[in-house]
């Protein structure tokens, strides 16, 4: 490599492909790059005045920070100029000719070349100083680090390539000119710029300024140095140059906060919703939180930095500082400024910080409360995009718990139109709980914002005498791989019977968070396929010891556990089943058994599950069990409860052990039919 002389290098693959859908895809947009190159610039100044803490000859060639857009109508060209950070010559070859990014093979992955569902993911990728290209043929970046004594000039016409020399005498900090594609010049105007700079950056806590127009200068005739048209043009600043989340909320209109969002994320969507908070008091800070409407493409990696701007007594200290938000609210975007922080804190402090430790807390308590008073319809697709992360916060934040899971939907037996598919609450189950006890005390005072009752599930519950108050109630759900699945399961059955609704989940995650969830409102969480079910209730429990005496004296229970039971047995315990109306038989897992799930979540870190049975319930008004309880041949009767087995372990959507074993058996009971 030769250290002075032009050198030509080609961009990242990636980089490329990028700059190519972005240019395709944002095309009606254009004007969003002067919000990302004076956000870049921005970002700049934040960072030299961070830096300049700790070594403040950085600031002194130049310590009047501001951003200047500038533009020539002649020579058809832009410039953003800022005298922040600037970069090295490695530097700007390193940040402007790869996409550091982690995820970025993913994120082409998921490209469909459908342009305007392209275009949507490009939002969430956060394109930044590539948009450039959408407006220009040709873009010069002339730079030099703050500190450093030589600049460099990079150039590119954003296709396979672009050059990088050194460059002398430049001052501190970065400036971008764009020479504009002939279809993009409108933007060689100082009107069009202006408003472009008022409308998306007005937020900006940094000044952005241009020369005046010449016809402030006519307006102005008393200042006769005005017309000596030679001089450096005189600058204004065009924004208003105050951090938004320093100005009072009441001041503050929609579309800034969408601006400031955007400016913040680089998304090209407007955020889901925002939570704009001041905390005076002991701990002073404020904070501007965004929910995004799409997750970003790595949500899923939980190692990845991410995290809120850290700002303290209004200055810069970091991006991604993720001390400030749970994990599972890594989808949150902002700002938060502190003014009871040193201005020398680093990662490392704020990591053991009991004031950052309590600022996360009233955080997080922010976020789930804007999401909780969200809309239904609002809050639904947010809850496509990121319920399953929230879902990690019932397990990972106990202090949070309620608010979660006030937050979670579900799919249920009872959602069987689309409109409810997957948006069932935790409320709207209660509600539907309660229901029979609202009828009882006329005008009672449950909350009812529940539609549409049906009389099967209150009919269930009618039979009991004295009706459980339904704080004793459960919450009965069931998990299973697909909703197919769970809505086929011989577990809903006496459910489905008595009109009791039943969750019904399929995330991966689901029988993790369960586990931790307990109760909500006083309702405890019940597994159907756990246990030994007791939908009666606490008044019926004597008959149900009865019962399980009378259990183990039935003949046909008793010659089925000796096949399938036993210390070599598959399974625990053969007990009679209330639970099935259809099936002759299913598998039920004890109280604290590890399901199918968490043991394959165990497999996957390398643990070894414990080996558990299930048990197997019959169901003895079932025609074949009727059958099968007076067949007098025992090896017949060997190869019928084999076969019962392998079949209730079919309904729960398991293979069979033995599948070889399973087909001979059937088919030598199909031969005897026939
Ligand atoms: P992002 O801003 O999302 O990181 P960009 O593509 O916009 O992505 O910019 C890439 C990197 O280039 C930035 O992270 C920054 O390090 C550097 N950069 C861009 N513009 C400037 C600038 N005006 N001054 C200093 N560095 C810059």
């Known amino acids: 490599m030769t250290e002075t002389g032009v050198q030509t290098r080609s961009f990242q693959t990636e980089a490329r492909k990028l700059l190519k859908l972005m240019i395709n895809s944002l095309y009606s947009n254009r004007e969003i790059f002067l919000r990302e190159l004076i956000s870049n610039a921005s970002d700049a100044i934040d960072r030299l005045r961070f830096e300049s803490l700790t070594d403040a000859s950085l600031m002194a060639e130049d310590a009047e920070l501001r951003i200047v857009v500038e533009f020539d109508k002649d020579a058809g060209t832009v410039s953003v100029v800022d005298n922040g950070i600037g970069m090295g010559r490695e530097e700007v070859a390193e940040q402007l000719g790869t996409i550091a990014k982690s995820g970025t093979e993913e994120f082409f992955e998921r490209l469909t070349g459908d342009q305007k569902k392209d275009s949507a993911l490009i939002g969430q990728f956060g394109v930044g100083f590539y948009s450039a ?113 320093t100005r009072p909320r009441t001041d503050i209109g929609e579309d800034e906060y969408k601006e400031f969002y955007k400016h913040l994320s680089h998304d090209f969507e407007d955020p889901a919703v925002w939570s704009h908070n001041k905390v005076e008091g002991k701990l002073e800070y404020t904070s501007l939180l965004y929910v995004p409407k799409r997750a970003p493409f790595d949500l899923w990696n939980r190692e990845l930095p991410r995290g809120l701007k850290l700002y303290v007594q209004r200055i810069f200290i970091m991006d991604e500082a993720d001390h400030f938000l749970p994990l599972y609210l ?29 600022i996360k807390s009233g955080l997080a308590k922010r976020v789930l409360d804007v999401l909780g008073k969200m809309n239904a319809e609002d809050y639904g697709p947010v809850w496509d995009e990121f319920g399953q992360v929230l879902k990690e916060g019932v397990g990972e934040d106990f202090a949070n718990k309620d608010a979660l899971l006030g937050l979670l939907r579900f799919n249920s037996t009872r959602d069987a139109d689309d409109a409810t598919q997957g948006r069932v609450s935790l409320r709207d189950y209660i509600a539907r709980l309660e229901q029979p006890k609202t009828v009882v005390e006329a005008g009672g005072a449950g909350e009812d914002d529940s539609k549409g009752e049906n009389e099967s599930q209150t009919a269930g519950e009618a039979d009991a005498q004295d009706p459980a108050p339904s704080g004793g109630k459960k919450i009965y759900y069931l998990i299973a791989e697909s909703k197919a699945a769970a809505r086929q399961s011989p577990h809903l059955e006496v459910f489905r019977e008595r009109g009791i609704e039943v969750l019904l989940l399929t995330d991966r995650i689901d029988e993790w968070w369960m586990s931790f969830a307990g109760e909500y409102q006083g309702h405890e969480f019940q597994d159907v396929t756990r246990g030994e079910l007791d939908l009666d209730g606490d008044a019926k429990t004597g008959r149900q010891q009865e019962d399980k005496q009378k259990q183990e004296d039935e003949p046909l229970l008793k010659r089925l556990a000796e096949v399938l039971a036993g210390p070599d047995g598959k399974v625990e315990g053969v007990r009679k089943s209330i639970r099935l109306t259809d099936s002759p038989a299913c598998l039920v897992l004890g109280e604290n058994d590890l399901g199918v799930q968490m043991r394959r979540i165990m497999e996957v870190s390398g643990q070894s599950a414990p080996e558990t049975k299930p048990h197997l319930e019959v169901n003895l008004s079932h025609p074949l069990i009727q059958h099968l309880d007076k067949e007098p041949d025992e090896d017949r009767f060997r190869d019928l409860a084999l076969v019962l087995f392998d079949q209730a372990t079919l309904a729960e959507g398991a293979p069979v052990a033995e599948p070889g074993a399973y087909v001979q058996r059937v088919n030598k009971l199909l031969l005897d039919l026939l």
């Open 133 to 245: 290209f959408i407006v220009a043929k040709e873009v010069e970046v002339l730079t030099r680090r703050a500190g450093d004594e030589e600049g460099a000039r990079w150039t590119s016409a954003g296709e396979a390539e672009f050059t990088i020399e050194p460059a002398a005498d430049l001052p501190r900090g970065t400036r971008v000119t764009l020479t504009l594609k002939p279809d993009a010049t409108e933007f060689a105007d100082g009107f069009r710029l202006r408003s472009v700079v008022r409308r998306y950056s007005d937020h900006v806590g940094v000044p952005v300024m241009m020369a005046k127009e010449a016809y402030d200068a006519k307006d102005d005739n008393a200042d006769k140095d005005a017309k000596d048209e030679k001089k450096e043009p005189e600058l204004e600043t065009v924004n208003a140059a105050k951090a938004l989340w």
């Open 330 to 358: 890594r989808f949150v975007r902002g700002v938060v400024d502190s003014s009871d922080l040193p201005l020398n804190v680093s990662r490392e402090l704020l990591q053991e910080d009991d004031r950052v430790r309590t």
